[in-house]
C-alpha cells in the first residue's frame, strides 16, 4: 500500500467510520478535524469542507461580495480563486506577482483598489507565505477583508507564526497532491464568528440551526422539529460539507503534518544545495522570517523559448529521469478567460507573471523517502550537467 495514504492511522478511522453508523451521523471526524486544525493554527474557527475551492467560495460569500463587485487575486496561480469570483458575478482584477517569491505584490494590490474592490485573495503560491502583514495592513486601513488562499502552504510560517492564524479566513486545501490529503477536501479557518457562521450555514445548505462551530448537521433533527410547520433554511446556500470518510482520512494525515511538511523541506534542501552548480537557474526567492513548506520546489529555468523548455524536459526524462511540471497558464490566459468580456483589461497586465510562468520548472517534493528522493535529485544532476545548455 502506498505509505501517504495508509502510514498512520487512516485505516483504522475509515473501519470506525463504517463499523459505526449510528456514531457516523453526529460526524465525529469532522468535529474533530476542525478541532485539530484550531489547536494547530491556534484561531478560533475551523470549518471543514468537501474542497479548497468550495472554501474560497463560502469565504467570499460570508464577506459578502456581490454581482459587480472587485476582487484582487493573482494571476500566477489555479483558476479556482478567479473561477468563484466570476461565477458569483463580480469581477476579477488581477495584480502581478513579485519576481522574486511568486507571490502577490502588494504595492501592485494597492494600484487595483477601487471602491468597487470587496475582497482580496493572495496565493501563498508553491508553499511559500505571502506578505500577510502587508497585505493585512492594506485590508486594514481600506476596510477589505483577506481571504488567505494557503492551499498549498501547510505549516507555512511567517515571522513566527503560522500562516492562515490572522487573516479573516485561510482556506487549506486537502486535495490529492497536498501534503496532508484525503484525495478531496479543504478546511477554512477564521477568527470572526459572524464570517464563520455565514460561511459554514453556506456551505452547509443554509439551515439555520448551523453555527460558527458546529459541523453536526440536521441529520439529527431532534423530535420536537419532526412537524409539517417546522422550517429549516433561513439562509440559502450549496452543499459543501466534508463527507465523514474523507474528515476521517484528513485527521489521520493531519497527525503526521510535522512530519509530512519536514520531509518536503528536507527534500527541498538537497534541491538548494544541487541548485547551487547551477546559476543560471534560479530558485524561487525565500525572504528572510518566511519558512517555505515547499508543496512544490519552484525554479526559474533559461529557458526563454517553449520548445527549449520542452526539449530539456525530454532530454532528461528520456534518460529515465523523473518528469517535472510546468507552471499552469497565466490565469487570465486560460481559454475561458479568453473568451471572457474583461479580458482586453486583463492581457498583457501583469507582465512579471507571464515571464515566470513561462520559464518555471516545479520539480517533485512529495518523494515518499529522502532516498526515492536523492536517487531522483542525483538524476537531474546529471541531467543538468550533460544539458548543452549554449545550444537551445
Ligand atoms: C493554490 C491553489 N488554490 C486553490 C486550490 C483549490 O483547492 P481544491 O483542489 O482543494 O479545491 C488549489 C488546489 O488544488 C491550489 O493549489
Not at 497532491?177 to 484525503?182: A, F, G, L, Q, Y
Not at 410547520?229 to 474523507?246: A, M, P, T, V, W
Not at 520542452?310 to 528520456?318: A, G, L
Request: aromatic share 12%.
Amino acid at each position: 500500500m502506498d505509505p501517504k495514504w495508509t502510514d498512520g492511522n487512516e485505516l483504522e478511522y475509515l473501519r470506525q467510520v463504517l463499523e459505526n453508523s449510528s456514531e457516523v451521523r453526529k460526524n465525529p471526524f469532522t468535529d474533530r478535524l476542525e478541532k485539530a486544525f484550531i489547536e494547530k493554527y491556534k484561531v478560533k474557527y475551523a470549518i471543514a469542507m468537501n474542497s479548497g475551492a468550495s472554501g474560497i467560495h463560502s469565504a467570499l460569500v460570508a464577506c459578502g461580495v456581490k454581482p459587480g463587485d472587485e476582487v484582487i487575486t493573482s494571476p500566477y496561480s489555479v483558476l479556482w480563486d478567479a473561477g468563484a469570483v466570476l461565477i458569483m458575478g463580480a469581477k476579477v482584477v488581477f495584480a502581478d506577482v513579485k519576481y522574486g517569491t511568486h507571490n502577490i505584490d502588494p504595492a501592485k494590490v494597492i494600484e487595483k483598489i477601487s471602491e468597487k474592490t470587496k475582497a482580496i485573495i493572495p496565493v501563498s503560491y508553491h508553499g511559500l507565505p505571502c506578505d500577510i502583514d502587508e497585505l493585512k495592513e492594506i485590508g486594514k486601513k481600506y476596510s477589505i477583508p483577506i481571504i488567505e488562499d494557503n492551499a498549498q502552504t501547510h505549516l507555512g510560517e511567517y515571522k513566527g507564526r503560522y500562516v492562515g492564524t490572522d487573516a479573516d479566513f485561510a482556506m487549506f486545501s486537502l486535495e490529492r497532491t497536498k501534503h496532508i490529503s484525503c484525495h478531496e477536501g479543504g478546511v477554512l479557518l477564521t477568527n470572526d464568528e459572524t464570517l464563520a457562521t455565514k460561511a459554514r450555514k453556506f456551505g452547509g445548505g443554509g439551515f439555520k440551526n448551523l453555527t460558527s462551530d458546529k459541523s453536526k448537521l440536521a441529520a439529527i433533527i431532534p423530535s420536537e422539529f419532526q412537524s409539517p410547520d417546522y422550517k429549516r433554511h433561513d439562509s440559502l446556500g450549496l452543499n459543501y460539507r466534508i463527507s465523514e470518510f474523507c474528515a476521517a482520512v484528513a485527521l489521520a494525515q493531519f497527525e503526521m503534518v510535522e512530519k509530512k511538511v519536514k520531509l518536503r523541506r528536507d527534500i527541498s534542501k538537497m534541491y538548494n544545495e544541487m541548485f547551487k552548480h547551477f546559476e543560471n537557474f534560479e530558485p524561487q526567492e525565500v525572504p528572510k522570517d518566511y519558512i517555505h513548506s515547499y508543496f512544490t520546489y519552484s525554479v526559474k529555468s533559461p529557458f526563454d523559448k517553449l520548445e527549449d523548455w520542452k526539449s530539456f524536459y525530454n532530454f532528461h526524462v528520456k534518460r529515465g529521469g523523473d518528469d517535472f511540471y510546468a507552471m499552469m497558464s497565466t490565469v487570465y490566459e486560460e481559454d475561458v478567460m479568453t473568451k471572457h468580456k474583461d479580458y482586453a483589461e486583463w492581457k498583457g497586465s501583469c507582465p512579471v507573471t507571464e515571464k515566470i510562468q513561462s520559464k518555471a520548472i516545479l520539480f517533485k517534493t512529495n518523494y515518499r523517502s529522502i532516498n526515492d528522493a536523492e536517487k531522483n535529485i542525483n538524476k537531474l544532476k546529471e541531467s543538468l550537467e550533460k544539458y548543452n545548455f549554449g545550444h537551445n
